[in-house]
């Protein structure tokens, strides 16, 4: 540390065992909004394994009032945050007791880290290093200790307390007060400590699991709120089910759970027992939420359950280890949501919308100044290292050790590393191990070392592949390279392992057989795994030359690069037994239309970037008569601007919204009747149910009445924006309503500026539904610069308010961070715009002001004048004297 609150870079190499270690915790709460009282008495032990050293306790924000060591007043000192003290008392077991005696203001805790207010409500949130803003800790995660915890409070203003295991002894107090004591029978790392107390009110559901052991499972939520809550139970009620079924892994405590705050930093946490939920992931009924809505509940439900297992059973040694537990879990919880289907179909859009989400904010991030390695080594603030890559890119890592181990070998692997490590505070490399050692014969085992590298080498690999064919042998060859571009700190890469899977369709369409060269048929698709900078494989009894189907099911989270001819795209996309290939035919035939219409010399672009084959094959793909609607809407779907932007080296984005905008009209004039057969055929779905079939069919009828009041802006029809309205008022649930809404503001319809203020009206009291009223305005399209201007005005809106994620998120996130045709402005005032936000931001919550900050995370690839301004707003964040850590580092890598 260098000075107070100013932290230095921590390394992964640098890690030391805890000098201490902490056995039992007794934390008891006088809750006060104001002045909260903290009493933390402690069993702590030495760490015989290190040298003797000094005990440094954690904290952050704390009135210190009284420190006792065994009982008696002790001598301290404060170096920074932390609270040293000296020649503590050697009993024969290196054991002693600490009591410290702090208070705390949750009422002033804007950073919403530690413990905070919210609605009149108390809530915690320690994951990563909040503990330390409730009291002096060991707060880093290999300190696993016992808690029992009591929390007194005012009985009328908060009669429900909650903490985590089990409620062991309640009862009154004087003046009105009550309190509650808690025990949890599992020890824990500090992160994972939770309490919650308020005005609420919960659904309960007693279960029995196979073993017929009973459980009693909550959903807490404001008493207005209780008719929101049956899904996230529901979904709770599956995700016990898949985790007892898919990995054998049951629910181990009496009492599960959770609770929703309407402010929270991200989507929801899974401490021990007490899950405490952002609203946006707990409540839905259909007149609120939408399809996205339920089936992102249904996903973070089950990620934060299947937590429970991996992340805090076995959870990690040290944050540099977060993927451990953090890419496993959204592999589990993806792997949930794919199972949930019914329909094969729909288990691919699945896996189609995750690859999306990598391929949209993963693969940038790869490839920007805020590039790490899925374990990271070194950091300067943990809490900007939540990323997609840690995330998401961590999922696909797990997701390919399955592919190499086959779904039950993988399954074995995490009985063992359970048998392992239960208990435990670990590593990667401890999960990676015990998934080969479970599978000693499996390519993993053979190429563990090297596959680790997805571990410790940053960067999105290339894989370049090109394909021959050999009419007199009647052989096929294709020959598969890789690469990957430096990333900051990693010049060199080394070659990674890479499981390919792949097909040969033949031209007229047929999935070919494949024979290797000693005349061995393979299972098709066959996963072929490349080790080497460069190597072939051969195909034999070929007659004809084939369209090779590489990467099928997004095998590895790569690039593949491949010449394809549209010809042969289109037979992929007609074609293709693996849909998600089939989906990324379309999605290369758009990027190149895109492409060729951005480097062309015409200014402005091209009005009809699109060709007639791809129309045509986007009717066929919309007309067909067995494809499932929720694919259908994702091949329909061009390729994001984002997306586009990732393909250039040089960025215009106002070129490519406009392009883009140019192909979407194109694709809704083109196709008019058949986004009006599309319409009515799927536009009424009987009653409400959230499941992928029916959402896919409302999701196709949203986009076909969008297309509909696109072609009207160059038609001229009254007609479907009038249909649009209608369905806008009457709509039976949000999802349809708010996509009638939706395709008014895109097409940007007079009749828009009447749906918007009743929706208001109709909803002034839902706080998730305002989100997206206010977010639908941030991110419409700009089409005469008066996007920027609707901002500020929104900001203006009684119902905004700076101070919750949520809504702040729904005006200046939308803006800054996904309406790139908005916010580059060739006037650079979406820039300045972003600047004071950041800046206005971090004096409240530095974790969504950091958060914000990486909207300008790929700067140096834009062109001018957009490189200049969006530099100069960089450096004008980066020069205010006293800003946090968090942002401090975003925006000097962003420099660098
Ligand atoms: N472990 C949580 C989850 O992924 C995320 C908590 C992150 N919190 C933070 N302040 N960075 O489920
Ligand atoms: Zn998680």
Known sequence: MTREGQHSAIHRADYTAPAFWI?????????DPAKTRVLNKMRLRRNADVPAQPLRLDGEELNLARVLVNGQGASFKMDGNQLVLENLPAAEDGAFDLEIFTTCCPAKNTKLMG??????????????????????FLDRPDVMASYTVTLRADKAKYPVLLSNGNLVEQGTLDDGRHFAKW???????????????GQLVGREQRITARNGREHLLQVFVRPGDLDKTEHAMNSLMASVAWDEARFGLPLDLERFMIVATSDFNMGAMENKGLNIFNTKYVLANQATATDTDYSNIESVVGHEYFHNWTGNRVTCRDW???????????????????DLC?????????????VRVLRTAQFPEDAGPMAHPVRPDSYIEINNFYTVTIYEKGAEVVRMMQTLVGREGFAKGMTLYFERFDGQAVTCDDFAQAIADANPDSDLARLLPQF??????????RVHASGSFDAAARTYTLTLGQSCAPTPGQAVKEPFVIPVSLGLVGADGRELALRTMDGNTVPSPYTFVMTQASETLTFVDIDAEPVPSILRGFSAPVVLEFDYSDEQLLTLLANDIDPFNRWEAGQRLAVRSALKAIAAVADPAPLQPLNTAYIDAMRSVLRHPTLDAAFKELVLTLPSETYIAEQLDVVDPQRIHAVREAMRGQLAVALTDDWAWAFDAHADNGAYQPDPLSSGRRALAGMALTHLCLAARTTGDVVWPGKAYQR????????DRFNALAALVASDHALAAQALPRFHAMFKDEALVLDKWFALQAGAPDRAGNILPAVRQLMKHPDFNLRNPNRARSVIFSYCSANPGAFHRPDAAGYVFWSDRVIELDGINPQVAARLARALDR???LTEPYRSAAREALVRVAAKADLSNDVREVVTRALA
């Open 115 to 136: 413990l905070y207010v919210s609605n009149d409500s108390f809530f915690t949130q320690c994951e990563a290093e909040g503990f330390r803003r409730i009291t002096y």
């Open 342 to 354: 019914r329909e094969p179909s729909a288990r691919a859009v699945k896996r189609i919308e995750d």
């Open 320 to 338: 540099f280890q977060l993927s451990l537990k953090e890419g496993l879990t959204v592999f589990r919880d993806q792997e949930f949501s794919q």
């Open 23 to 31: 056995d039992t915790v007794e934390l008891c709460f006088d809750l």
């Open 859 to 861: 700067w140096k690839k």
């Open 452 to 461: 680790k590298r997805w571990y410790s080498q940053a960067g999105t690999p």
């Open 183 to 197: 025990v949890d029978p599992f020890k824990k790392p500090s992160y994972l400590f939770a309490l919650v107390a």
């Open 728 to 735: 806008f008022k009457d709509a039976g649930n949000m999802t």
